[in-house]
């Protein structure tokens, strides 16, 4: 065995190694974040999802009323 081999193996094993730690800190976070459940989990992504697009839409709804109002003032 070469000295490269065997420093490839050792830099291989690190990698792997790193991936592991960061794919179970990722599930840890999700099932903290979400529980344990991923039926559970899919459900609460959908619903903050529709919750941030109605609050866009208010603000959005919000913003054009008040430019209507000002305008309509400012015309008078």
């Given at each position: 065995?070469?000295?490269?081999?065997?420093t490839?193996?050792?830099?291989?094993?690190?990698n792997?190694l790193?991936?592991?730690?960061?794919v179970r800190?990722h599930?840890?976070?999700?099932?903290?974040?979400f529980?344990?459940?991923?039926?559970?989990?899919?459900w609460?992504?959908?619903?903050?999802?529709?919750f941030?697009?109605?609050?866009a839409?208010?603000?959005?709804?919000a913003?054009c009323?008040?430019?209507?109002?000002?305008?309509?003032l400012?015309?008078?």
């Amino acid at each position: 065995m070469s000295k490269g081999e065997g420093t490839n193996m050792a830099s291989d094993y690190d990698n792997q190694l790193i991936e592991s730690v960061t794919v179970r800190r990722h599930r840890l976070l999700a099932a903290f974040l979400f529980g344990d459940n991923p039926h559970e989990r899919r459900w609460m992504d959908s619903n903050r999802l529709f919750f941030l697009s109605i609050a866009a839409a208010a603000v959005i709804a919000a913003l054009c009323v008040g430019y209507s109002f000002v305008s309509h003032l400012l015309e008078a």
